[in-house]
């Protein structure tokens, strides 16, 4: 069907549109994103989009960047994390309303979307979302949940060089993003501190028996140039007092 697969970012688009196109599917990509902050953020993920699907001989469709009506839609939800949920709602709803009137006012058969590549996206909330945007306008929903597409979308995506953000795309992911990483980071931090005072008493007895080891073999060096000290002491002795000797005999 002639087929308009609204995308958050070209990392995610690429398992999507390739699983797509195989199921034989005329595609144009809509880039519909106000809930992109900052705006430099928006426009280099768009940047990275047009260029792949100018490779790839696609269209892009960008919506208008209003981050003002997403602010109104899903910004009311704020930080709190039991709002979550609800926020990301409002901003998958706003977005996928977006892509689905352009659908409709542009002779396209049905919508999809690339949001659940994602394994941190409320992969049931955009089903729930794409359908209730489809329905009014007669339009197919075509869901496909692409989360085990992720390791593979990182890997090419790594693999093309491409630009990969390490947040959805609000601010308030970025801020949680952000914390979270640093909640990670002294996680790992904890653990390690952990797993060395653990291992410490090991460490310890192990570095004391090396030492203890070294300590036995100076000693043993230590013995033995002493006795090779004794030895050349003796034998120099010895050849003094055979020198001494065979002086004397020559004087009688």
């Known amino acids: 069907m002639k087929l308009l697969l609204h995308a958050c970012c070209c990392p995610c688009t690429l398992e999507p549109l390739r699983l797509l196109l195989e199921e034989g599917h005329d595609i144009a990509i809509a880039y519909m994103n106000s809930n992109i902050h ?13 260029d792949f699907a100018r490779e790839q001989g696609l269209e892009v469709i960008e919506g208008v960047y209003d981050p003002q009506a997403w602010s109104r839609a899903a910004g009311v939800f704020g930080t709190d994390p039991d709002q979550r949920p609800d926020r990301c709602r409002a901003c998958y709803r706003l977005r996928l309303e977006e892509a689905c009137a ?23 909330t955009i089903r729930e979302e794409l359908e209730r945007a489809c329905e009014p306008h007669g339009l197919a929903a075509v869901f496909r949940d692409y989360r085990e597409q992720y390791p593979e979308a990182t890997r090419r995506s790594k693999a093309m060089g491409m630009y990969r953000q390490n947040y959805c795309g609000c601010v308030f992911s970025k801020i949680e993003a952000a914390e979270e990483r640093e909640a990670r980071k002294a996680e790992r931090a904890a653990a390690k501190a952990a797993k060395e005072a653990a291992e410490a008493p090991a460490r310890a007895a192990a570095e004391a028996a090396r030492q203890k080891k ?36 020559k004087a009688e």
């Open 38 to 50: 900052p705006a430099e953020e928006y426009e280099h993920r768009r940047a990275v989009l047009l």
């Open 214 to 249: 070294r300590a036995e073999k100076q000693a043993y060096a230590n013995k033995r140039a002493a006795q090779r000290a004794a030895l050349k002491a003796y034998k120099q002795a010895h050849h003094d007092d055979a020198a001494c000797c065979e002086k004397g005999n």
């Open 102 to 124: 352009y659908a409709a006012a542009n002779g396209f058969e049905g919508v999809a979307t690339t949001l659940t590549v994602s394994p941190y996206q409320y992969t049931e």
